[in-house]
């Protein structure tokens, strides 16, 4: 998993924790250590706008 320093809004906890979790065998980590550490204490979690609610609306309509 690829942890590079970026904006904050990307370097959230749910973040690491999917990358943790979508590993079968093995994971490996490439960034710093502060950006990691960052991850791990940033909750901070914003509303996704993907528009998935209106598109199944739409689909149960059809």
Do not use: C
Not at 2 to 20: C, E
Not at 43 to 60: C, Y
């Amino acid at each position: 998993m690829l942890a590079p320093q970026s904006a904050p809004m990307l370097l959230t906890r749910n973040l690491l924790y999917t990358g943790i979790t979508r590993a079968k065998k093995l994971l490996i980590i490439v960034g710093s250590e502060n950006v990691v550490n960052y991850m791990i204490q940033n909750v901070d979690s914003k509303k996704r706008n993907t528009g998935l609610e209106f598109k199944m609306r739409q689909l149960g309509q059809a």
